[in-house]
C-alpha cells in the first residue's frame, strides 16, 4: 500500500472532516470591585454600613456560603467529595458522569484545598501611637469548591468557589462537547471522538453549530447556574450591583482534520517532526503571532517535542501561550493553539473579546499548517530559478539577481525563514538583525541602505511584499518555497559534498567522497572512451 508523506497530498486528499472549535475555555468569575483593598472597604463601609473594614467582618460571610453548600448538599442528595494530594479531578468526574442519566443536574461537589489570593488584616499604628486595622492582599491555603455539572446545551463543566473572601470562582467549559450536545438535539447524526468528533452526516451545521459558541451564550450560562448553586453574595449584595463580571484565563483554539486511513497520518506527523526540528535551528526561531518580540520581550520561544507514552506532540512557544500539534487517537490531526494570557497579543481579558481571540487562535493554526504544508512540497521549477537568479525590471525598476550560492543571498534566506509565521510582517531592521550575525558582522557594521537595496532586489523579484500603508514586509509563498529549497540546497547538499570533494586527498574515506570518486572515475572513462571513438 503506498503512504503518502506530503503534507500538501494527506490535508489536500485524506482528510474526511475538518472542524475548527474552541476546545476547553478556562474563565475567571469575580466582582470587579472586590479585587482590591480599597473597594473592599467600600463593600463593608459604604454598602453594609460597617464603621470599619475588617476581615472579621468576613467570617460570618465565609460560615454561611459553607453552610449553604452543606444544605445544598443534603437537600439535593449530592455527594461531597473531598479531592486527595494525586487525585485526577477528570476522572472522578467521568466516574459519576458514566452513571448520570439526566439531561442536566449536579454530579457531586468536589472539596480540595488551594493557594488562593485572600485578604487579611494586619494591626498598623498611627502617628498618636494607636492602632487600626488594614487590609493587605495575601495568599492561604483555603478550601475550593468544586460544582461538577452538566448543562444541556453545554454538556458537562465544572464551577469552582473559593470559600474565603472576596469568593472568586473559575468556570471550565469543552466547546467541543457543547457541539455534541448541539448535534445530539438537533438529530444530526454523528460519531464521536474523545474530545472531539470523529464523523458528522453534516458537517457544514457542525461548523455552524462550532461557530455560534459566542461570549453571550457562554455569560448565560454562567449566570443559569450561578442562580442554581449555592451563591456566596446574597441577594442585597447583587441588587447594589456586586455582580461576577467573566475574564478568560485560558482559552484553547482547535483545528481537527480527520484522516481516511490512520497510517497516512502517523507517517506525515512523523516527517512534520523531523522538519520542524530541522530547519533554521528552530530552537533559535520565534513564532511571532501579533507582537514584535525584541531582546526585553518575556518568555522562551523555542520549538518542543515532548512525549507520552510513545504519542509525540509537537510545541511551539510563545510568551505564555503555545501552539500544540499532534495526532490525536490515531485518526485524526490536532492543531491547537493554547492562550493562557490574552495580553501577549494586546487582547483585553473580558469575556466580550472572545471573537478577537478566535481569531489570533484560528489563524495560527492554519499558518502553522500552511507552512508544514509547503515544506513538504518546496519544488521551483527552472523559470523561477532563472527569475531568482537572473537580474529584473519591474515597473522600469531593475533589480540585480539573487546569485545561488552568493553568500549575501544565502544569508538573506535563511534570515527571511524566521519571519514566516509573523503576521506582522518584518521591518528593514528586524531582518538585518539576522542577517549580520550570518554574515559575521555586528547589526551596526550592516548598515541600513545595504539592507534597503536587497528588500528592494527580493521584492521586485517576487520574494516578499510591503504590507499596505506601512514600512514592514511579509514573505509570500513563492518567496518561502524559494528561500526554503534554495537554503537547504545549499547547507544540506552543495557545502557538505563540496567539503569533502574538496579535501579528497586528507578526508577519511567516508561513504561520500568513495561515491565521489567512483563518479569521477566514470566520468574519466566516458571521457577516454568517446575521445578514443572520435
Not at 491555603?141 to 448543562?151: I, T
Request: with cysteine.
Amino acid at each position: 500500500m503506498k503512504v503518502a508523506v506530503s503534507a500538501g497530498e494527506v490535508l489536500d486528499k485524506h482528510v474526511t472532516l475538518e472542524l475548527e472549535a474552541i476546545d476547553r475555555m478556562y474563565l475567571n468569575l469575580y466582582v470587579p470591585i472586590l479585587q482590591s483593598e480599597r473597594g473592599i472597604s467600600h463593600f463593608f463601609r459604604e454598602h453594609r454600613g460597617h464603621r470599619f473594614a475588617s476581615s472579621a467582618l468576613m467570617a460570618p460571610m465565609t460560615r454561611a456560603f459553607v453552610d449553604s453548600i452543606s444544605r445544598f448538599s443534603n437537600e439535593e442528595g449530592i455527594e461531597v467529595v473531598a479531592f486527595r494530594k494525586g487525585d485526577r479531578k477528570d476522572d472522578v468526574a467521568q466516574k459519576y458522569l458514566r452513571k448520570f442519566r439526566q439531561d442536566e443536574g449536579v454530579l457531586f461537589i468536589g472539596k480540595a484545598q488551594e493557594k488562593a489570593k485572600v485578604i487579611r488584616t494586619e494591626q498598623r499604628r498611627n502617628e498618636h501611637g494607636g492602632t487600626y486595622a488594614w487590609l493587605v492582599s495575601s495568599t492561604a491555603m483555603v478550601n475550593q469548591y468544586y460544582f461538577y455539572c452538566v448543562d444541556e446545551d453545554f454538556g458537562p463543566f465544572f464551577l469552582k468557589f473559593c470559600s474565603y473572601f472576596p469568593y472568586n470562582a473559575k468556570l471550565c467549559i469543552n466547546g467541543h462537547e457543547y457541539a455534541k450536545r448541539q448535534l445530539a438535539k438537533r438529530a444530526i447524526p454523528f460519531e464521536a471522538l474523545d474530545n472531539g468528533v470523529l464523523s458528522c452526516e453534516d458537517p457544514k451545521a457542525l461548523q455552524r453549530i462550532c461557530n455560534g459558541l459566542s461570549a453571550n451564550k457562554i455569560d448565560a450560562l454562567a449566570r443559569k447556574w450561578l442562580r442554581r448553586l449555592p451563591h456566596p453574595f446574597p441577594a442585597s449584595d447583587r441588587r447594589a450591583g456586586f455582580r461576577y463580571d467573566i475574564s478568560i484565563l485560558q482559552s484553547e483554539f482547535a483545528l481537527t482534520q480527520v484522516l481516511d486511513r490512520p497510517v497516512q497520518g502517523r507517517v506525515l506527523f512523523e516527517e512534520i517532526l523531523r522538519d520542524n526540528l530541522d530547519l533554521g535551528r528552530p530552537d533559535q526561531v520565534q513564532l511571532l503571532f501579533d507582537r514584535k518580540i525584541i531582546r526585553r520581550t518575556p518568555g522562551s520561544f523555542r520549538t518542543r517535542v515532548i512525549t507520552d507514552g510513545v504519542i509525540p506532540s509537537l510545541h511551539v512557544d510563545y510568551k505564555h501561550s503555545r501552539i500544540k500539534q499532534y495526532h490525536k487517537e490515531g485518526r485524526a490531526l490536532r492543531t491547537e493553539t493554547v492562550i493562557n494570557d490574552t495580553y501577549d497579543f494586546a487582547i483585553g481579558r473580558r469575556l466580550q473579546n472572545l471573537p478577537a481571540l478566535r481569531e489570533v487562535g484560528f489563524q495560527a493554526n492554519r499558518r502553522l499548517l500552511n507552512v508544514q504544508r509547503i515544506s513538504h512540497d518546496c519544488t521551483i521549477g527552472e523559470d523561477a530559478f532563472h527569475q531568482i537568479h537572473q537580474p529584473q525590471v519591474v515597473d522600469r525598476q531593475r533589480a540585480s539577481g539573487l546569485r545561488f550560492g552568493d553568500p549575501r543571498v544565502q544569508a538573506l534566506f535563511a534570515a527571511l525563514l524566521v519571519f514566516r509565521l509573523g503576521p506582522r510582517g518584518f521591518t528593514n531592521r528586524d531582518l538585518r538583525e539576522h542577517v549580520a550575525p550570518l554574515l559575521g558582522l555586528r547589526p551596526d557594521e550592516f548598515k541600513q541602505s545595504r539592507m534597503t537595496y536587497d528588500l528592494r532586489r527580493l521584492r521586485l523579484h517576487g520574494l516578499i511584499e510591503r504590507i499596505p500603508k506601512s514600512h514592514r514586509y511579509q514573505l509570500t509563498d513563492l518567496g518561502y518555497r524559494c528561500a526554503l529549497l534554495l537554503h537547504r540546497t545549499y547547507t544540506r547538499t552543495i557545502r557538505p559534498t563540496l567539503s569533502v570533494a574538496a579535501d579528497a586527498h586528507t578526508a577519511k574515506p567516508t561513504r561520500l567522497r568513495i561515491a565521489l570518486e567512483k563518479v569521477d572515475h566514470e566520468i574519466e572513462r566516458i571521457w577516454r572512451e568517446d575521445r578514443i571513438a572520435a
